[in-house]
């Protein structure tokens, strides 16, 4: 049993008398207020989920395992020479609850490693494509294809206890996760790089053999490890984790839910924010003619924006109420490394202007930049230009929380999830409206 398996095995024999105690003893206290703007607004804010594995706070931002980004990145470990913590680190830490030694965080590269090796079958489903498809749809039909690969199924069907679900469900997540680097360069390669695909090097960590096998010399191999941890995972509401959770539900493989996350995630109100910022500071570059940007020519450009009737890209958050630590962590990243970026010199120069013109303007809840404020910036920069892919590198963070999440699921034995439905003249009768 590897030492990720064995630490998780003891947190779910520790966490699983707190549920049924919870469940037993205490489960008719009201936890929220169920209002018919909360039906009808898409179940906004109404608190219905569980995970542990992160928080949104409104103002500190997303907690993983109750460490801030700022704690997560200072004590997980790093590869040697590296200013970003091993990817491998972060999914122990979701798991578990625990920081990790380097000792377990190798032993975690070294699984990755051993079962990163795609089916032959995968790259001919990638190629059989054709080169105009969106590289989501390629990336969701790879994922899927491997659902014959699942021991979580071959396992339920031969007869399997409820309360060993957990087990060969991680070690499908364990293989899932090791490939996706690998589906998403070979996806890259067949569509913007004529099929020129570079293979997978087993001495290097999962962030560090993304960036090599997209050709892309340091420091992008920690804009990789930086960009999966961001975005791995952001509670369990959201499209793609609730996406995931619901399939998973059903006792989906993980190949199934991943695939169902991927395609939540590929909603434009969801996973392509970045591609709209980019969009938006491309336009606004043509415009000003590539030079460098005044305050007053920016802060102008923005209340025409807003005049329009637009919102400007990258600002505001459903949740945060101040600027989201993801975009912190990248501007300081961007700031070392990308300060004379004449993009970078615009996004530094909106970060000055408009959460004051948001504040004056008064219809925004929350003037800060979020992730995607930044993120698309810096792909751009290290030459990964094509937009469309841009979701695919969110889609392989996000996929680690919510593999993270069905674990646990399965460990605690949650059941279907089945909410109920009501017509609308029930609501009307409910509102007392005749």
Known sequence: MSILKERLKQKIDEWRPRTAKLLKEHGDVVVDEVTIAKILGGMRGLKSLVTDISYLDPNEGIRY???????????LPKPKGAEMPYVEGLFFLLLTGDIPTQNEVLDVVDEFSKRRILPRYVYEVIDAFPCCSHPMTIFSSAILTMHRESFFTKKYFSGLKKEDYWESTFEDVLNLLAKLPEIATYIYAKLYRDGNRIQSNPNLDMGG??????????????????????????EGGNVSAHAGHLVASSLSDIYLSISAMINGL????????????????????????????????IKQYVWDTLNAGFVVPGYGHAVLRKTDPRYTLQREFSLNHLKDDPMFKYIDTLYKVVPPILMEHGKAKNPWPNVDAQSGVIQWHYGVREFDFFTVLFGIGRSIGICANVIWDRALMYPLERPKSLTTDMLEKKAGIS
Not at 65 to 75: D, P, Q, S, V
Not at 212 to 228: A, C, E, N, T, W
Not at 266 to 295: C, D, F, I, N, Y
């Open 65 to 75: 395992r109750g460490y801030t980004l700022k704690e997560a990145f200072e004590k």
């Open 209 to 234: 053999n993304f960036a090599f096998m997209m050709g892309i010399d340091k420091p992008y191999d920690d804009v990789s490890r930086l960009h999966f941890i961001l975005h791995s995972d952001h």
């Open 266 to 297: 590929a909603g434009p109100l969801h996973g392509l924010a970045s591609q709209e910022v980019l969009r938006w500071l491309q336009e606004l570059m043509e415009k000003m003619g590539g030079t460098e940007p005044s305050e007053s020519e």
